[in-house]
Structure formats: structure tokens, C-alpha cells
């Protein structure tokens, strides 16, 4: 899909989005917005800057006023945060959210809680694409919100139809959910049928695998990301590239 300016803006003509992400193996931020436009075919130029050990705030900030990733630039205007991101790109493709009232409502409150709450998950199954990991335990907190999210994403499936989340098309809101159907793959959380065929779904998907092979391929590790896990269990199986080095 490719965008024109509308008459009147800036830039008259084609224009290109600029998608700053880190690394794919880990970023899980970043995942959402890269999928959703290589999903909805929303063209960009990716950036990918590797994160970078106790030097990444200093390095994201070249780029990004935040330092954290995802950071959209389109001409002059930069966009912070996967939810503006992702907001940003609605005014321009409608395809983003839902297009019935009820179900946008429904799909804009579920990726508004995955951005502000589920931190037992995001804290204790960090994404890691390329391994399978096995948890030293499973607290009751954590299972707790794996039992919480795995509901929302049921009623989504149920209420409206699927094969996604929100019904027939891929929106943000699967896009939101990605990085936790990663995280269920990589700590191998049990999936009822339901959400199983819609992980097998979302796991067809071009730009997932594209995003999951250029994950495993990369030879990169961060040393607070590995330091991390290494707290947490045993790496059962790592299928990333072999290491050619390692931010200090
Ligand atoms: N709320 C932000 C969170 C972004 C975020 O935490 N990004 C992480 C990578 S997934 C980051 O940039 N970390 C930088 C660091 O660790 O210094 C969003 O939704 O984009």
C-alpha cells in the first residue's frame, strides 16, 4: 500500500515512513507497529538500531526523544510509542483499527491495556523469539495475567468471529497481541484450541515469519536482556545465529 500525501500537506507526492525499531529477537514494542504495516502493507524504511548494553538511552536518543523504541518519522514529524504510532497511522488508513463502532471500541480498550497493564508478563517472559525457555516457577501473579490475557483474547475471538481478534481483517489490536503469542510460544504456555488456531493464524502470517527469521538470524545478544533470562530459568533450545558479539 503505498501513501500520497494529501494535497495541501508538506511534502507533496510519494511519501516514505522511517520505522526505528531494535533488535527483532527482543523488542517486543517494536514488533507491533512493524507488523501491523508489513501486515496491512503500509510501505517504510525500517532502521533497526541494536540495542546497546548500558549505552542504549544514549543511542536511542539520536533518534528518538524518548530513547525507547518504536519511533516513527515522517518528514518533520516524530512519533513516540507504539499506541501513538499506531494512532498516527489511523488517520491516514483506515484499515488499522476496526471499521464498526462496537468492535474499534472493544479492540482500542484491549490494546490500551496491553500498553498500560499485563507487567507479570511483560517483567517475567520477557520476548525472546529464538529460544524455547523453561520458567524456574510460574507465580501465582503471572499466572494470573496469563489467565487474564488468554481471556480477553477468547472473548475477541468469540465476540466477533474471527479468524482475528477483532474479526475477518488483521488490525492493531492483533498486532498489539503478537509479542504476547511469541512470549506463549518461547516460555510454552498451554493454549486452549481456540487460541491455538489463532496463534497458527497470526504465525501464517509473511510478516511474522519475515520478522521471526530475521529475529533468528541475528547474531547480536545484549548482555541486560541475556543477564535477564539467565535470572528467570534454562534456556531449553536457542536457535538464534551464533554470536558475534555483545553489547558491554
Ligand atoms: N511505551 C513504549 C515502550 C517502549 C519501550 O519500552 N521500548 C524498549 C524496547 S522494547 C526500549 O526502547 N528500551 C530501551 C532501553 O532499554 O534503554 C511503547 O509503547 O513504545
Not at 520477557?126 to 489467565?147: Q, R, V, Y
Request: include cysteine; charged fraction near 20%.
Amino acid at each position: 500500500m503505498q501513501r500520497i500525501k494529501l494535497k495541501g500537506s508538506k511534502v507533496q507526492g510519494v511519501s516514505m515512513y522511517k520505522l526505528y525499531i531494535g533488535n527483532k529477537n527482543y523488542s517486543s514494542w517494536s514488533f507491533r507497529p512493524w507488523l501491523l504495516m508489513k501486515t496491512l502493507g503500509i510501505e517504510f524504511e525500517e532502521v533497526l538500531v541494536p540495542f546497546a548494553g548500558s549505552n542504549t538511552a544514549a543511542q536511542f536518543k539520536a533518534f528518538s526523544p524518548s530513547s525507547l523504541v518504536p519511533c516513527l518519522h515522517d518528514y518533520k514529524v516524530v512519533v513516540n510509542d507504539s499506541l501513538a504510532i499506531i494512532e498516527y497511522l489511523a488517520e491516514e488508513y483506515q484499515q488499522v483499527w476496526p471499521q464498526e463502532k462496537r468492535t474499534r471500541a472493544w479492540a482500542r480498550s484491549a490494546c490500551a491495556q496491553m500498553h498500560s497493564g499485563f507487567f507479570e508478563i511483560r517483567n517475567q517472559c520477557p520476548m525472546n523469539c529464538g529460544i524455547t525457555f523453561k520458567l524456574n516457577d510460574i507465580s501465582a501473579a503471572l499466572a494470573a495475567d496469563i489467565e487474564k490475557v488468554q481471556a480477553l483474547l477468547e472473548y475477541g475471538l468469540q465476540q466477533f468471529g474471527g479468524p482475528f481478534l477483532a474479526g475477518n481483517h488483521f488490525t492493531a489490536v492483533d498486532a498489539f497481541y503478537a509479542p504476547v503469542l511469541s512470549r506463549f510460544k518461547t516460555y510454552q504456555i498451554e493454549l486452549s484450541p481456540i487460541l491455538k488456531a489463532y496463534s497458527d493464524k497470526i504465525e501464517s502470517l509473511v510478516s511474522w515469519q519475515t520478522w521471526y527469521q530475521q529475529a533468528i538470524a541475528e547474531t547480536f545478544r545484549d548482555d541486560p536482556h541475556e543477564a535477564e533470562l539467565a535470572t528467570l530459568g534454562t534456556i531449553i533450545e536457542d536457535r538464534r545465529a551464533i554470536v558475534e558479539q555483545s553489547a558491554g
